[in-house]
Nanobody, 119 residues
Framework: QVQLVESGGGLVQAGGSLTLSCAAS????????MGWYRQAPGKQRDLVAA???????NYADSVKGRFTISRNNAGNTVYLQMNSLKPDDTAVYYC?????????????WGQGTQVTVSS
């Protein structure tokens, strides 16, 4: 099993910053891409940012220039630095990880962390 533990969500005023963290643990042979998704009430879950184990990154257009995704050297923790936050960024943020476990590549999800941006 793979566990993803998220932290760092909360309430912030527009223009402020937050950093989300997600640590993966368990019997993991190799972790591939790690990323963050978000889901606002009544909307679908969308990709915010992703980073491969080679360090390549991908961002949603709505967060480019404001959010930065990174990983630790061990490759099992992913961070999302969020700057210049807007009320539209309010959502539950989910960490997601592709990992090889038992010879199979699977996608694992964290429990989600609430980010609320007040105007």
């Amino acid at each position: 099993q793979v566990q993803l533990v998220e932290s760092g969500g909360g309430l912030v005023q527009a223009g402020g910053s937050l950093t989300l963290s997600c640590a993966a643990s368990g019997i993991i042979f190799s972790i591939k891409t790690m990323g963050w998704y978000r889901q606002a009430p009544g909307k679908q879950r969308d990709l915010v940012a992703a980073i491969t184990n080679g360090g390549s990154t991908n961002y949603a257009d709505s967060v480019k220039g404001r959010f930065t995704i990174s990983r630790n050297n061990a490759g099992n923790t992913v961070y999302l630095q969020m700057n210049s936050l807007k009320p539209d960024d309010t959502a539950v943020y989910y960490c997601a990880t592709e990992a090889v476990v038992g010879g199979m590549l699977n996608l694992y999800w964290g429990q989600g962390t609430q980010v609320t941006v007040s105007s």
